[in-house]
């Protein structure tokens, strides 16, 4: 991050509460994903042994892509992170379970990550590992997970083809469980491949809502219980804790993606807003101005986050999404439609701004926030 002041020159509170300081710090972790991802480069050439080649472009996208002859293979892997902690300590202190909305949350992050490439989900996998066979002794707890992961496969149409249940005593935490989902799906027909090699300047720019933290940034959020004089029972409004704000399932948007499909709409690029927050807007790695001009409503839970951690808007912005968990950059001509297709399927959207000729950015102007190229180092 490039300044310590509000989007409105304040200066920033000297008690606020970082991502850095919650334990996560994007600068030790992103170098490692660029050196991976070099090497996995030099690895390609293997596909030709199968007749097979990769699409080059997704490469740093949020999906792996693979030219299979008539259509396109792309696939996923990704895991849920610290969200079940707070499910495990809502758990404790209400006696519900929350591993069906957990479930949900875990397959989000694979098949959102999968749609941006243009892809629609075909199998999921499932990879949940248990800190000790215990785990799965709790019935109850167990078949939320399941009945939650059925659910989400339903509402996005995929196949639920296997997974894998190992008890990792020593690896992963007793009482805890690490949860992960890949996800593989079809490009079919091939003019759905979504990479940004059509995007340019006068697309339009639609943000699609999100729930409320969705599974990125609860390492902060868990860190902030520590100032709660309530923790996790700290009412953000009347009836809702904490707690059950920051459990909100995530969205799936593959509906959405799927609807556009139908409606003729073929967007130019996808981001799925995630970690590092609207910095994800600058995915892309072509030299564009992304200006936004609305921003949507910030969610409760994400405002209450914001103003207990004491963040300016900048640092808000570049951690948490704000409101916002779907990018879709589409022809300006369709932009209209594509948010009444959203609105269709039970997703609010709006058109928040446009892309532009010009230096590498994302200027917010309703919050006076600027990011530029070197605030996001995925490739």
């Known amino acids: 991050m490039t300044s310590a002041s509000t989007g409105h020159g304040t200066p920033a509170a000297t008690d606020t509460l970082s991502y850095d300081q919650a334990g996560v710090n994007y600068d030790l972790i992103d170098p490692l994903k660029v050196s991976a991802q070099r090497a996995a480069a030099a690895t390609a050439s293997h596909l030709l042994g199968h007749g097979f080649t990769e699409i080059a472009a997704s490469r740093g996208e949020s999906a792996y892509v693979v030219d299979v002859g008539p259509f396109y293979l792309a696939s996923i892997v990704e895991c849920l992170g610290s969200k079940a902690l707070v499910a495990d300590e809502m758990g404790a202190l209400t006696g519900r379970s929350y591993y069906d909305g957990i479930a949900q949350d875990t397959i989000a992050m694979a098949v ?18 248990a800190g000790g066979s215990d785990w799965f002794g709790d019935a109850r707890r167990a078949q ?13 149409g995929v196949a639920w083809g296997g997974g894998e249940t190992p008890a990792l005593a020593g690896i992963v935490e007793a009482g805890r469980i690490d949860l992960a989902a890949s996800c593989t799906g079809l490009i079919n027909p091939k003019q759905r491949l979504s990479v940004g090699d059509k995007l340019g300047a006068g697309d339009t720019i639609v943000l699609l809502a999100s729930s409320g933290i969705h599974a ?7 860190k902030l219980v520590e100032r709660l004089p309530g923790g996790y029972l700290t009412e953000i409004e009347p009836g809702l804790t904490y707690g059950d704000a920051l459990l909100a399932p995530t969205v799936l948007y593959s509906p959405v993606t799927e609807a556009l499909y139908k409606a003729g ?3 130019h690029y996808c981001a799925n807003i995630t970690g590092h927050g609207w910095r994800k807007l600058l995915r892309h790695p072509g030299e564009f101005t992304y200006r936004i001009n609305k ?12 103003q207990h951690a004491k963040q300016d808007d ?13 990018a879709l950059f589409v022809p300006a001509a369709d932009a209209r439609r ?13 058109v928040a ?14 919050i006076g926030v600027t990011f530029g190229n070197d605030d996001l180092q995925l490739r």
Not at 315 to 325: D, F, P, V, W
Not at 338 to 350: F, K, L, M, S
């Open 112 to 129: 959102n990550d999968l749609i941006t490439v243009g892809a629609t989900p075909l199998v999921v996998q499932a990879y949940w590992a």
């Open 144 to 156: 939320a997970l399941v009945a939650g992961w059925k659910k989400a496969c339903d509402t996005c």
């Open 216 to 222: 990125n940034g609860l390492s902060l959020a868990r």
């Open 265 to 267: 709409i073929t967007p």
């Open 295 to 306: 921003v949507p409503p910030v969610t409760p839970v994400l405002r209450f986050i914001q």
């Open 314 to 326: 900048r640092e808000a912005y570049s951690t948490l999404n704000m409101g916002a968990g779907f």
């Open 338 to 350: 594509t948010v009444e297709v959203a609105q269709a399927c039970g997703v609010d959207a709006i």
């Open 353 to 366: 701004g446009q892309v532009e000729a010009g230096p590498k950015q994302l200027v917010i102007e309703p």
